[in-house]
Each structure stands twice: as C-alpha cells, then as structure tokens.
C-alpha cells in the first residue's frame, strides 16, 4: 500500500488530454514538500518526467505538466499520442517514514 | 554525459549472499546521493535507500532496514546493494538512481534524475 494513492489505469484516444492524479496526506505532499513525475515505458527504466511540481527537464515536451494544490498533485498529458503508453509514477517526501515515497503507479492506455 | 552502469543480472539460491553494482560517470560522483529502487514483479517502485558518497552515510527505508545493505567505494565511483541471505522475495528488478536537490538546497526536494538500467536478481531454489 503506497502512502501516495494513483488511479491504476487511465486512457485517452490519440489528441485528447488525460490527467492522472497523486493523492497523498500531511506527510508528504500536504506538508509541502515537491512532487516529481517518472515515466517508465514498457521493459526500460523509468525516466524523470516532471520535477519540483511543475518544471520540465530538458527534453521533455511541453504536452507534459504538473500541478499540486494541498495533499494532492496531478499530471496532465495533452495532445495524446501512441509513445505516451507507460506507466507513470508520482514521487515525493514522506517525514512519517523518513524516506522519499512513491505512488503506486498509473497505467496509461493509448485508445 | 551522466551514465549509471550497473552489473549483470543473477541467479542465486535462498540463503546466498550478493552484491550489485552501480557504477557512476560523466559527473562528480561524490557531489550527489545514489538511492536503490526495488521494483517486484509486475509492481511499482519501491524506494530501498539511499548512499551519500562524499562521507558514505546511509538511510534506509524502514520496511527493508536490515535486510540489506548500502555501501559506496567514491575511489572508483560505485556504489552497492548487497544481501547476506537472500530469499525468494527478493526477486526484483533493481534500479539505482542518482538524487539531484535541482538548486533547491533542500534535504527532502530530491528527485531521481538519472537511472541506471537495471538489474535482474531471480532468487529461485
């Protein structure tokens, strides 16, 4: 049981946008700490996506952003497209476990 | 460019020790922390712990203190996760990651900017 909850699944037909949400508590993302994004495509390793809430690294298209407002955060991929299909992971701090924490995963499909 | 390589995968038996590697370039490696990530068949990640390589200091998540082991050789920039009695439960792939404070200067504001590729540990009687 991750300490930041993901929806498992989400999908979207090419072109549209789909968010994907990260919910966690006073611990971590409420206690304000910053949320980063990874996306892992199938057999690879995962990537870093969004960093610092909403900052993008070099490289990274701008159909990807992120927001976070109180407990929680959010992922938003605009302009859908086949290669977005992976598994997205939401990461921050946790000051209860005193480590850094991940959320379960969401499972993007590409319609 | 920053590369993190890490060594093959293994096949081992329960109750066998092991030790993988991660081996850092392209970067001052004592200038960032190496975390190991855990990702269980068909699951997500799972953060193990983490090495500072300047001083070697280590933390470790409370689920897995104990049963493994984090430990750095800055000399030749690798860090380590090692196992002294492995059980079928450890099969995983595991990933280790640089963390990067992105200018924050924070403690906790760390991401994990770059991975190495993975390695494979099949703990199977």
């Known amino acids: 049981q991750s300490v930041l909850t993901q929806p498992p699944s989400v999908s979207g037909a090419p072109g549209q946008r789909v968010t994907i949400s990260c919910t966690g508590s006073?611990?971590?993302?409420?206690?304000?700490?910053?949320v980063h994004w990874y996306q892992q495509l199938p057999g690879t390793a995962p990537k870093l996506l969004i960093y610092g809430n909403n900052n993008r690294p070099s490289g990274v298209p701008d159909r990807f952003s992120g927001s976070k407002s109180g407990t929680s955060a959010s992922l938003a991929i605009s302009g859908l497209q086949a290669e977005d299909e992976a598994d997205y992971y939401c990461?921050?701090?946790?000051?209860?476990?005193?480590?850094?924490?991940f959320g379960g995963g969401t499972k993007l499909t590409v319609l | 460019e920053v590369q993190l390589v890490q060594s093959g995968a293994e096949v081992k038996k329960p109750g066998e020790s092991l030790r993988i590697s991660c081996k850092g370039s392209?970067?001052?490696?004592?200038?960032?922390?190496i975390s190991w990530v855990r990702q269980m068949p068909g699951k997500g990640l799972e953060w193990m712990g983490r090495?500072?390589?300047?001083?070697?200091?280590?933390n470790y998540s409370p689920s897995l203190q104990g049963h493994v082991t984090i430990s750095g050789d800055k000399s030749i920039s690798t860090a380590y996760l090692q196992w002294s009695s492995l059980k079928a439960s450890d099969t995983a792939m595991y990933y280790c990651a640089r963390m990067s404070d992105y200018g924050s200067g924070s403690y906790y504001n760390r991401n994990f900017d770059y991975w190495g590729h993975g390695t494979l540990v099949t703990v199977s009687s």
């Open positions: 392209g970067y001052s490696f004592t200038s960032y922390w």
């Open positions: 006073s611990s971590n993302i409420g206690a304000g700490y910053d």
């Open positions: 090495i500072d390589p300047s001083d070697s200091y280590t």
């Open positions: 990461q921050s701090y946790d000051s209860s476990l005193s480590g850094w924490v």
